[in-house]
């Protein structure tokens, strides 16, 4: 294990973190006691930087960005803007998220100058969460955490890469797939993308036609 230990002198940080805590509802159970349920809340903690800590060095946690192009990467990329339903925008990320769907804004943003496959593998991420989590789409009664909504998005991203023929297994480990409670959203982004593509060979093809007829 690693310890680490704050310097001396150094100020800690107030953060919002969350926390559970039980309330009695007006409901009672199978043996007649109240019921109680749990939720999830918010208080002031205080925490430290790592910058501000001394110790050994923290092991990294996570997986490495994918790297390599993708056959037909523009086509791919124009089907999956084609079905999107929100603007997707391409953006410098500092937080170290590879992209991030916003409901209340009502559009995608995907990390600039990542990798091809990494780009299509987020993209998809994001169209999914908008597919199955925006607030629309919710049902109000019940409400899902978001680890749960990562799984769903990540589940249904391995799932259309490997469909394409892309290698996303570094990122997207493969028993996240079997994970995801809607496969509906699968068949349906699929069924989409392909359209897409077709209609993009289509265009292709009459062009090249007239071209010859010149």
Do not use: W
């Not at 909504?149 to 290698?167: F, G, M």
């Not at 570094?170 to 699929?190: L, P, Q, R, T």
């Amino acid at each position: 294990m690693c310890f680490v230990q704050q310097r001396k002198g150094e100020k800690g940080i107030k953060i919002i973190a969350p926390c559970k805590y039980k309330v009695e509802i007006d409901e009672k159970d199978d043996d007649g006691k109240q019921k109680v349920i749990e939720r999830l809340g918010f208080k002031v903690v205080t925490t430290f930087d790592i910058a501000q800590t001394d110790g050994p060095d923290l092991p990294t946690i996570g997986v490495n960005e994918l790297t390599g192009d993708v056959d037909g990467y523009r086509k791919l990329f124009n089907a999956l803007t084609e079905i999107c339903p929100v603007p997707i925008y391409a953006e410098d990320i500092q937080n170290g998220a590879k992209g991030y769907y916003s409901d209340a804004e009502k559009k995608i943003v995907i990390k600039s100058d990542m990798s091809q496959l990494q780009t299509i593998k987020t993209l998809i991420h994001e169209i999914a969460h908008e597919k199955l989590h925006a607030k629309d789409h919710m049902d109000k009664e019940y409400p899902v955490d978001r680890r749960t909504k990562e799984v769903e998005a990540e589940s249904i991203a391995y799932t259309l890469c490997q469909h394409y023929s892309l290698d996303s297994s570094d990122y997207s480990f493969s028993y996240i797939a079997g994970y995801s409670s809607d496969k509906d959203i699968k068949d349906e982004m699929i069924t989409d993308i392909d359209k897409s593509l077709e209609k993009q060979m289509k265009r292709e093809q009459s062009k090249a036609v007239r071209d010859e007829a010149r």
